[in-house]
């Protein structure tokens, strides 16, 4: 068992990584069942598979599960889904000593994050993430939000949980698509300040996709490490330096709006095409060796992953990708960061990207 701690002060909370951990569910939340009781929210997909373990946990114990499943997939993160969840928990008589459990992916997590940002100004949520995205970036940091049809993740709020329980073994039942979409969260933390460990991933990829043990634990545990530093050092993006972890997303969001933020391009593979463009933007203005950017899209493409548009089957023009980026929420002042690199973990923030320079680059691409 590893335990990490993100250091919020008086918000600090624990994460605790370790195999089998669902089984110990009822061990590690029971102190956050206020009036004997945790609200679940899953998926479909999640909840025919873990959902089952997860009351066993509980099985024998006076604390009840009450229990919501929504639809699977990216459109669950709306207003409808957020209507419906608050007004299901309000229904139910949760009060604000109340907790939320996340027990699935992403799309869970934010929407479960959100809720319990809003319902009755505030309530206590933890996450147990199912997927290998999640695992490593999405839980930790408590960033949360729903999509708009003018762009993804434009609505919501910083809600830190209270308790992430990651448990590697429940990655087993994720399909092959999902955990190479969420190995792209994996190596964007080797590319923006790590070196050594994009090497480790380069080293390791093949196992870790087998889904080895000891190869996914260290992954995760290197992961939530990184992650947890840099949450504690800048919660809410104010000094720039938690802005390292959107590499890869101002491309990457573009693309996901233009093939509809559906299944044609999930998160991580929109992720990993963004950051594979974020290196070859690099290099045209002069930043990046070409080899490095070259030496991340052999690794993304050996990993099953989009490396460019073309393997990312998006053909839309630079232009229109460039007006998807306008609504990004980091637009500030008219102008749009992004995350450029001087090489291989040397990431860094450039405020002065010409877009339309950027749409011709995009264009060349093509």
């Known amino acids: 068992m590893t335990q990490i701690t993100v250091e919020l002060g008086d918000r600090s909370y624990p994460i605790v990584v370790e195999p089998a951990a669902l089984e110990q569910a009822a061990h590690y939340l029971k102190e ?23 009351q066993q946990a509980f099985s024998g114990n006076a604390i009840e599960l009450v229990v919501k499943s929504l639809p699977a997939g990216e459109a669950s993160k709306s207003w409808d889904q957020l209507e419906m969840v608050t007004d299901w ?21 934010d929407l479960t994050g959100f809720a319990a940002a809003i319902v009755k100004r505030g309530c206590n949520f933890v996450q147990i993430p199912t997927s290998l995205l999640a695992q490593v970036d999405s839980s930790v940091g408590g960033k949360t ?60 990829s093949e196992q870790l996709l087998r889904r080895d043990p000891k190869a996914l634990s260290e992954a995760i545990v290197h992961s939530v490490r990184a992650k947890a530093l840099i ?47 974020a290196f070859r933007y690099s290099v045209r203005r002069g930043h990046c060796d070409p080899a490095d950017a070259e030496r991340v899209a052999v690794h993304l493409k050996k990993a099953g992953l989009p490396y460019d548009l073309s393997s990312a089957s998006v053909a839309a023009s630079g232009q229109r990708l460039v007006e998807h980026m306008m609504h990004d929420k980091k637009m500030s002042g008219g102008t749009l960061p992004f995350l450029l690199a001087n090489g291989i973990g040397q990431t860094f923030l450039a405020k002065d990207v010409d877009l339309e320079d950027v749409a011709a680059f995009l264009d060349e691409s093509n």
């Open 32 to 54: 956050f069942a206020a009036n004997q009781r945790l609200f679940v929210l899953t998926d479909d997909h999640v909840g025919a598979h873990l959902l089952p373990q997860l």
């Open 89 to 109: 928990l309000l229904a139910e008589g949760a009060e604000r000593s109340d907790t939320l459990v996340a027990l699935g992916g992403g799309v869970i997590g």
């Open 145 to 204: 939000a729903i999509n708009s049809s003018v762009g993804k993740n434009l609505i919501g709020s910083f809600n830190q949980p209270r308790f992430v329980l990651i448990d590697p073994l429940v990655l087993n039942s994720l399909p092959d698509r999902e955990l190479r979409a969420g190995y792209a969260e994996v190596v964007k933390y080797g590319l923006i300040n790590n070196a050594d460990f994009f090497a480790w991933c380069e080293a390791n």
């Open 231 to 277: 949450v504690g050092e800048d919660e809410k993006e104010l000094s720039g330096r938690r802005a390292l972890l959107n590499l890869g997303h101002t491309f990457g969001h573009a693309l996901e709006a233009e093939t509809g933020f559906s299944d044609r391009l999930v998160h991580g593979e929109a992720v990993a095409a963004g950051m594979a463009l």
